[in-house]
């Protein structure tokens, strides 16, 4: 099985900043990565797919590149709606795993 | 619009059997390969089964394989997961999604890009 490791597990910002994310393969996958946000209480919401292409609807402050075992999710001016939970996904193979999450709060 | 509604979650005892079901709306069910995916509480996601359009081809997670089955029926725009010798690790948030493909640099490339708004099941004495 391909497991995702996301860092940090949690991260402290502020309205404005510049957020990374980053996500790390256990074994090469091009580019068949997804990434999610989830608010509290709500279900999963896709943000990214093919590691780097923005879902539609999703503002372009969002983005993600990698290829590989190495991606990255970037925000590039938090906003309060941002404060939430990141996962990453793989689509490479079965099973379908995602990293642990990231937790992005104030 | 998309919908996916989730529903037969309840409190089962371990050792017990529950159905779930997915009621797909607002596209054309009977195209798109769908997902199971399950949240602990205070936990991550957790992949758990895939089955394809055509409900051939069906996958799942080593923690669930022998005990869940994953179903569909295109005529009734659902889809189900049958719940089998439930643990209290299966306690969880059960979400079903769909699954999009979309060529990118002329590779297909799957996400899920719908989600129910989930089910609780919890699995306690």
């Known amino acids: 099985d391909i497991q995702l490791t996301q860092s940090p597990s949690f991260l402290s910002a502020s309205v404005g900043d510049r957020v990374t994310i980053a996500c790390r393969a256990s074994?090469?996958?091009?580019?068949?990565l997804a990434w999610y946000q989830q608010e509290p209480g709500k279900a999963p919401k896709l943000l990214i797919y093919a590691a780097s292409t923005l879902q539609s609807g999703v503002p372009s402050r969002f983005s993600g590149s990698g290829s590989g075992t190495e991606f990255t999710l970037t925000i590039s001016s938090l906003q309060p709606e941002d404060f939430a939970t990141y996962y990453c996904q793989q689509l490479s193979s079965f099973p379908r795993t995602f990293g642990q999450g990231t937790k992005v709060e104030i | 619009e998309v919908q996916l509604v989730e529903s037969g979650g309840t409190l089962v005892q371990p050792g017990g059997s529950l159905r779930l079901s997915c009621a797909a709306s607002?596209?054309?069910?009977?195209?798109?390969?769908m997902n199971w995916v399950r949240q602990a509480p205070g936990k991550g996601l957790e992949w758990i089964s895939y089955i394809s359009s055509d409900g051939v081809t069906i996958y799942y997670a080593d923690s669930v394989k022998g005990r869940f089955t994953i179903s569909r029926d295109n005529a009734r725009n659902s889809l189900y997961l049958q719940m089998n010798n439930l643990r209290g690790d299966d306690t969880a948030v059960y979400y079903c999604?769909?699954?999009?493909?979309?060529?990118?640099?002329?590779?297909?490339?799957?996400?899920?890009?719908?989600w129910g708004q989930g089910t609780l099941v919890t699995v306690s004495s």
């Open positions: 999604a769909r699954v999009a493909v979309a060529v990118v640099g002329g590779i297909g490339h799957t996400s899920f890009d719908s």
């Open positions: 607002g596209f054309t069910f009977d195209i798109y390969e």
């Open positions: 074994q090469g996958i091009s580019t068949y």
